[in-house]
């Protein structure tokens, strides 16, 4: 399918929704509308010339794809106020780090309102996040995960992936709503999860001259935004459980080797991480 992308509207300039911006300025022609919830925001987006205009009821009718990069529930409440203003037809994707909720709720509002929705999640991202850590260079290589069901128009699919394409990023993984929630808790949850508690020690305020890449390899997210993660760690509650009972289930195994004095068990233990990862060659 030959697509013809001549505007798209970004809702949410933060770190994805800018970056996004960004990308499509730099490696395309499309004209790209923006809107932000601090208006302030979108305003320096317009100066900076990452977006050509500033979202209105009128520019909605223009847009061949809306990317709403909100949180979840935000995506959602944007999408039941003001699905009726996007131009019939056009295809709708969200950023959102979960997808079972997002696909539910979001399919049902484009259906009412004769719009066409697929789920995306960029694999990208940085510790602090924000407008002004916006980069037009952050998708490039990078996985992005596009999750269409069997009711997903080839129209929609086809239009993401040309975003995709524009975006510069590496491999398109199609999948499940259900499979990625289960892997997403997993590969990024969980990782959240175990850089908060981590932190939380008491030795942490007493590092100085004693850290060096192991410290920073663990506790780099912890700096997430708590707004944000609670809502992601929610709404995937059941499988991210269950990695944390797994993480769980591990680490006793650690601590109960290293009370018992068994050095064989212990070496045993960490000889199966090893050849896990050594035996991991998928990179991301």
Known sequence: MVINMKSIAIIGLGLIGGSIAKAVKKNSDIKVIGWNRDVSVAKTALEQGSIDSIWNKESMLEADIAVISTPPYATVSFLEENARLFKKGMVVTDVCGVKEYIIVECERICNENDLFFIGGHPMAGKEKGGYFNTDATLFVGASYIITPTETTSQKATDILKELINILKAGTITVTTPEFHDKVIAFTSQLPHVLAGAYVKSPLCTKRKGFSAGSFMDVSRVATADERLWTELF?????????????????????RDAIIKGDNSRLSTIIKEGREIKECDNLQF
């Open 234 to 254: 929610m709404l995937n509650s059941e499988n991210l459980v269950t990695e944390i009972n797994t993480l769980i289930n591990n680490l006793s195994a650690y």
